[in-house]
């Protein structure tokens, strides 16, 4: 047995735990919800669904499981703190402050424009500098 | 019996369609999965369980429940299309976006005081007027 199973041949992972199950070496969880977050299993389990979290575990590569999982994590825990938009309302948010970046950074080069049209020559250089 | 359920008397939502069970007056589905959408109902219940779905309906104000069933829809198409990182994905990309529109616009803003620099009090003026 590889000794990263160590960890929980006595201690059942979180999962298992939660779902008072024997946990075995092969249990799918068990890597990614250690027995000291229990909250990270219960959150993902209240959301999602321990079988839909194990369909999703098995469906991508093993490297890409604990990513899986904390992504999972993520939007468990976003939708239980905003039951209406869960983590679809950061996205709104993020897209709201793009946008008004965008408007700044536009208006800011129109003003480097106005500049570079009173320093005539001389400012191209600077303009183009970081430009071209 | 209100004319808005007049569509689903004779036609069962998306959802008890999936489920072949029967669609009633009182459905938690019905008004926000109708059967000319069965794409989305199956995502959400293939992502989140019709369960767990309708745990979340019931625990929000009736008024917010379309827009929690389209958050629901557009995280469980992101997890479908994504299965590693869904919609946390485009947070990622996001959050990068705005820390390179935020570096962007401090260079220019660095232009900005070059050029004013440059102009002297002639430019404090143009300078001055959107920044206050």
Redesign the interface.
Known sequence: MSSSYSNYTNSPCAACKFLRRKCTSDCVFAPYFPPEEPKKFANVH????A??VSK?LQ??EPH?RE??VN??A??AEA?LRD?????????SV??R??LG??S??E???A??M???S??GG??TS??GA?RG
Do not use: K, M
């Open positions: 209240r959301i999602f669904g079988s839909n999703i469906e991508v890409q990513d899986a992504s999972l993520y939007e939708r039951p209406v938009y869960g983590c679809v309302g950061a996205i993020l897209q402050q793009v970046l965008q700044e950074l208006e800011t080069n003003d480097i106005r500049y570079a009173c320093l001389e400012t600077v303009y970081r």
